[in-house]
């Protein structure tokens, strides 16, 4: 409704339209500032996230490092009880080569024993002491391959608990790393609703500045009917109510989901996030880690961060298609890779561009976005 002829001489419009014109103009200050913290923000998540990737690529190196190096000291310990037991037996048949001895001394011509080292009593004395002098070097000898041998055990062990030692310090980076990247969502969630309040604060002002406009407007033409009646002598007649002015072709219905998970975001529903901005495709209920396929053959054509998606990948499957996987941890594929469907190329992450943890996910037809569930097999 707007203010009736009679009262307008008490309501000082242009005054009131600067004012608000003014407060338009902080507000869009404000949020150019406020886009431009935001900017900074995704930029120093885009730096965690990169860091929590790389750390993560080093931790699993480290685990399968140790995982060798667990097998090579198993193959070592195998080796230290085989020489262990040979060495043994070694002892065994000398300390039999020296009673058999001890008892030919003490009883000349007696022959103890028959086979073995037994026989070494038949033989003559000379060679008897040259066989056992071979057998006392190969005992030695044996003796200082076992230990060799446990020498390089117990490095092997060594190395692995300093693997250890860098795989808990590595891990304890890691959760820092997704500690600072929880921080940087956090800060942008709340800087973006803080955004969202100034964008609703600014189309109320922007619609008060129209209608004020539209006073004016009407306040200059009924000066000017006043004016006319007056020289014609006519009284003004009543004014009523001013209204308001109210204002991939053969596969769909066939494709897999790229993870399990219940759909939490629907297409073309209201983000919420932004004034006037809808889904442009799904977002999927999928745990942080979890694995993300391909639904279909197609060549990568984007793997990495970008703005407002954080890491992405981007599927050509011709014929125009495209599809989209965002709001990742992790990217298992490199630019130019031909995959085939349902094979994992990537890790669900909790990106900021989801309100709850999830997988995004788009189909586009020669740019257009299209509703995933129309494409995907019924569950």
Known sequence: MLAPAGTVSAFEPEAELEETLE?????????????????????????????????????????????????????????????????????????????????????????????????????????????RE?????????????EVLRA?????????????????????????LEREEERQRAAMDELERAIEDEALELARLERNAETLEELIRE????????????????????????????????LQGELPRPAEGSVVRRFNEPRGSRLQSRWRGTVLEVDNGEAVHAVHFGR???ADWMQGYGFLVILDHGGGYLTLYSNLEEILVAEGEEIEGGERMALAGAGREAIAPGLYFEIRRNGDPLNPEDWWLSQ
């Open 219 to 250: 306040v200059e033409r009924d000066a000017a009917e006043r004016e006319e009646r007056a020289a014609r002598g006519d009284p003004p007649p009543d004014r009523g109510p001013v209204r308001s002015d109210v204002a991939f072709s053969d």
């Open 23 to 131: 407060a338009i103009r902080d507000l869009e200050r404000s949020q150019e500032e406020r886009q431009a913290a935001l900017e900074r923000l995704e930029d120093e998540l885009e730096r965690a996230a990169r860091g929590s990737s790389e750390s993560r690529r080093e931790l699993r190196e480290l685990e399968a490092e140790r995982e060798q190096q667990a097998e090579v000291i198993a193959e070592h310990e195998a080796r230290v009880e085989q020489e262990e037991d040979r060495l043994r037996e070694e002892r065994v048949q000398a300390g039999r080569l020296l009673r058999d001895q001890w008892q030919r001394d003490r009883h000349p011509g007696r022959v103890p024993g028959t086979g073995g080292d037994g026989e070494l009593s038949r033989l003559h004395p000379e060679i008897a002491a040259r066989l």
């Open 300 to 302: 990568v054509v984007y």
């Open 152 to 176: 390089a055990r117990d490095d092997l062990e060594r190395e692995q608990a300093v693997l250890a030692e860098q795989e808990a310090e590595l891990r304890e980076v890691v959760a820092e």
């Open 134 to 146: 071979a057998r006392a070097e190969a005992l030695a000898a044996l003796g200082e391959q076992l």
